[in-house]
């Protein structure tokens, strides 16, 4: 019982450091856009990450689950599969890939893979919340006024669209690989 009561308190401690953390850069960001003048740019900058967060976090589940499903789905044995009975196997199992073999047919795979998906959304989207001045910069562009002289083309789209369209392909790229990898596992 005294594990379980340090187990909590440290964990208790590391959620509280840790939102103590985002709430004090969140208020010095916000008393120092507020004492500049520029308390509009605050929530801008609020507003594109809480946006870029949510759509990337929404993109990445969706497409993970929807991935994993399918895997899922086509992968599966045709035919019955009955109930193990592990004590009756446990005498004729010899090998671990034996033994994974028959857990996996005990798995919850369902709710596994969207557990995984939820976990691995949020990590990517608050690694690519770092984006925001990308996206920001993006939404916000405007023409430079010059032209490319090889290409023809604005010089703004090279300094507004092109980072944000080099983010989206990282970013779908990422999902291509963690696919396979998801596919894989299942």
């Excluded at 798995?107 to 919340?129: F, N, Q, S």
């Amino acid at each position: 019982m005294p594990r379980r009561g340090v187990a909590v308190a440290v964990i208790v401690i590391l959620a509280s450091l840790i939102v103590l953390g985002l709430t004090s850069s969140f208020l010095v960001d916000w008393a120092w856009f507020s004492a500049v003048g520029y308390l509009g740019v605050f929530w801008t900058i609020l507003g594109g990450k809480a946006a870029l967060f949510f759509a990337v976090f929404a993109g990445s589940v969706i497409f993970l689950w929807v991935n994993g499903y399918l895997a899922h789905r086509f992968a599966r044995r045709r035919g019955h599969v009955g109930r193990v009975d592990f004590e009756q196997i446990a005498t004729g199992v010899q090998t671990l890939p034996e033994l994974l073999g028959l857990m996996g047919q005990r798995l919850p795979w369902r709710l596994l893979i969207a557990g995984v998906a939820l976990v691995l959304g949020i990590l990517i989207a608050a690694g690519e919340v770092g984006n925001w001045g990308v996206l920001l910069r993006y939404v916000y562009q405007v023409p430079y006024g010059l032209s490319d002289p090889q290409y023809g083309k604005d010089i703004g789209f090279y300094l507004f669209s092109l980072p944000a369209y080099v983010a989206l392909k990282n970013w779908l790229l990422l999902m291509l690989v963690l696919s396979f990898l998801v596919a894989g596992a299942v």
